[in-house]
Structures are given as structure tokens and as C-alpha cells.
């Protein structure tokens, strides 16, 4: 079992307890003082305190495991806009929000996010019925902003 497995499976009691997925491990860094990267979110956002709490309780796990040599640093952040869905959990946690639909010889198109459909997801264009695409089908999917919907109706 790799390094980023074992961290996974110590931080997602953690986070579970306080509502919020675990969506990535990654390790990184010199032997002697590594960087653990722990990404994690959960419908609506996570909070500051959510951070505190999933990092003290981490590093505490991390210490008693004594799993990494030396020294490490841990960072707890959670994604940004441009981080990509590709399961059904993303879909789910992110339904009814905007998202872009990047496709490899088409326009993207932009939509809300109606939540998954077996293999795909599906989104409903502003004045459209809505579509179902297959995640083979795209190249990228990502959360966006609804501008029009920012700015009160008013277009960009």
C-alpha cells in the first residue's frame, strides 16, 4: 500500500465526521522533509475551521503512525474552480451549480449542472432542455461562474 493510501485512509475517518471528502493525497518534497498535500471539499465549501480541525487531527494521526521519516509539513486545502469533475461524487456535490463542458473539436458549453446520469452527467443550458453527455464523450468538465446571473441579468 503507498504512502498517499495509508494518509487517505487515516484522514477520511476525520473528515467524514465533519461532513467533507477527501478528494486527493499527494506527497512531494525531499525525503528528509516531505510536503503532504491533502485536498478535500464538500457541497457549498469548506470552512476555515473545518481546515483547522481536519489538519490538527491529520497531524496528530500522522505523529502517533509515525508513517514519514523526519520531518514533513501538511497542507490542507480544498479546489478551485478549475478543478476538474470526473466521478459521479463530484457531479453530486456539485449539482445545480454552473459548470463548463470542455469537449476536443467543439466549442465548450456552459450550464447548470443537474447532477450524474450513469456513465455521464446532465446539464441544462440556459433556454435549452437538458443534455446528457458521457464522460467519454467530453475532455473537460469544470465548475464556472453564471456571469448573467452574477451581474443581475446583465451580460458580461
Known sequence: MSLES?????????????????????????KANQLVQVLVDRKGGVDSDSLARISRGLALQLDVEDLIEGKFRLELSSPGLDWPLTASADFERY????IQVEFEEAESIEGENLGPDQDGFLIQEEGCEPRYFAMSEVKKVMRAVNWKKVSGGKSK
Open 6 to 30: 495509508k494518509v487517505f485512509e487515516l484522514v477520511s475517518p476525520i473528515a467524514e465526521e465533519l461532513g467533507v471528502d477527501v478528494l486527493k493525497v499527494r506527497m512531494g518534497g525531499a
Open 95 to 98: 449539482k445545480h451549480e454552473w
